[in-house]
């Protein structure tokens, strides 16, 4: 029996809420240990939001109806920096489906490298979110999965892009703020 293919719309409204977030970052390059501590946000935002008109501008891309923006905030706190301050930031992501299952997401930053970028994503056969996205000097490959309604986890895997050699992995274990959901 074939399993229904949960599609990016559903994992999206699966992911809205406020999360807390626990990562382990482990820099091969530095042979150096992250761990960090993140509230995270992420909300739907309108198509017509002045962020979302200025990134599908800065790609040449008109309002697509089929266009899913997002809006993902964290304020994190690291063990990497001595004096622990909080660190706070937001992007935005439009995916725009090529089919159910697949797509091209496009953020005003990028996850690796700070600039403008595109990814491709494919939720496979297990419901889980893949994303992969090239930039400057480096590919980021990501995977995102619900372990339960309230638990998600995420991997990434950071490479060189000249030598494809690993220069960074990382494991994520976020959990939902329940308290603040409707009823």
């Known amino acids: 029996m074939k399993k229904n293919l949960i599609t990016i ?16 970052t482990h820099s091969l390059a530095f042979q150096e240990v992250e761990n960090s501590t993140s509230k995270i946000t992420i909300k ?6 002045k962020k979302v008109v200025e990134l599908l501008k800065k790609y040449d891309l008109t309002y697509k109806p089929s266009v899913i923006p997002i ?3 964290w304020q994190a706190i690291s063990d990497w ?16 489906p090529k089919d159910k299952n697949k797509g091209i997401v496009l953020r005003n930053k990028g996850y690796t490298e700070s600039v403008i970028s595109s990814s491709e994503y494919l ?14 000097s480096t590919v980021s490959e990501e995977r995102i ?3 339960s309604t309230h638990i998600r986890s995420r991997y ?4 060189n892009q000249a030598n494809n050699a690993v220069i960074q992995t990382s494991h994520t274990s ?3 703020n329940i308290s603040i959901l409707k009823d």
């Open 9 to 24: 719309n559903q994992f999206i409204e699966q992911s809205l809420g406020e999360w807390k977030s626990t990562r382990s």
């Open 44 to 49: 739907d935002i309108e198509i017509n939001n």
């Open 71 to 73: 809006s993902i905030s």
């Open 81 to 96: 920096e001595e004096d622990q301050t909080c660190e706070e930031d937001q992007t935005i992501l439009l995916f725009l």
């Open 123 to 136: 939720i496979d056969q297990n419901e889980n979110l893949h994303l992969k996205t090239i930039y400057n």
């Open 145 to 147: 999965c619900f372990l």
């Open 156 to 159: 990434s895997v950071i490479r």
């Open 174 to 176: 976020e959990i939902r």
